[in-house]
Structure formats: structure tokens, C-alpha cells
């Protein structure tokens, strides 16, 4: 019976390690919502690169200037099969960061975005709900 149970101890190790990863990003990213609606600012940043990612829509990369320095940030849309090199890459959308530390932003793009952070959903970005 020994010999079984040994064999799942790294099986209960891995997933400890996971769900104590998933903790602290979570409340890594929570911390930084927190800090942002502090200290909140709204820049337009421009969308840099775009690809598919199978099932989980498409992955996006940004980047924004603040006081000359440029930051880069990731977000992911929800859009399944959408033309996302010409709606995206290259056009700029509001984000939301932290003037007290401005490595801390995120892109706004659809309604939840802007909830987290208080603001109302333009009417200029509907169209991105209708990529769904």
C-alpha cells in the first residue's frame, strides 16, 4: 500500500504548486485593478501584434507611452473567427493605468473592462461585442 501512495505524492505536489500559483496571480492582478482605480488615468494604446489562439480567441499585444516611456501590456478578446490583423494590429484603444506607476495598466476593449474600472462602455466599440 506504501508503494501506491508514493506514487501520486508528486501527482498532489504539482497540483499544489498550481493552485498556489493561480492564488497569487490572482491577487497580484487584483492588487493592480486596486491600484489603477486609485491612481487612474486613460491613455489610447496601440495593438502591436495579433494571433489566433485555438479556443481561447485571439491573443494581443500593446503597448503604451507614458512620459516617453513605452509599456507593453497583453490582452486577450474573445473574438473566434474574425479578420483580427486588419481590426486590431495597428488601430489604438483606451487603457486604463496608474499614474503613480504606470507599469500597471490594462486595455479596455469590452463592457467588463470598463466596469472594473467604473467607466461607461463606448458606444464607438460595440462592434468588437459583435465579433463574438
Known amino acids: 500500500m506504501q508503494i501506491f501512495q508514493k506514487k501520486y505524492i508528486p501527482a498532489w505536489i ?3 504548486a498550481l493552485a498556489i500559483f493561480i492564488v497569487v496571480v490572482s491577487i497580484k ?7 489603477i482605480k ?4 486613460i491613455i489610447l494604446g496601440r495593438i502591436t501584434d495579433a ?7 485571439i491573443n494581443m499585444d500593446y503597448e503604451i507611452i507614458v512620459n516617453g ?3 507593453k501590456g497583453f490582452i486577450q478578446c474573445p473574438c473566434s473567427f474574425c479578420p483580427y490583423n486588419t481590426l486590431f494590429v495597428g488601430h489604438s ?3 486604463a493605468y496608474s499614474l503613480k506607476n504606470p507599469e500597471h495598466h490594462e ?4 463592457p467588463a473592462d470598463f466596469e472594473r ?9 460595440k462592434w468588437i461585442n459583435n465579433l463574438q
Open 69 to 71: 516611456v513605452v509599456y
Open 14 to 16: 504539482i497540483v499544489s
Open 117 to 125: 474600472y467604473d467607466l461607461s462602455f463606448p458606444d464607438s466599440l
Open 107 to 110: 486595455m479596455l476593449l469590452q
Open 29 to 35: 492582478h487584483s492588487n493592480m485593478v486596486d491600484e
Open 38 to 41: 486609485k491612481n487612474k488615468a
Open 93 to 95: 484603444f483606451p487603457v
Open 51 to 57: 494571433k489566433y489562439a485555438y479556443q481561447e480567441g
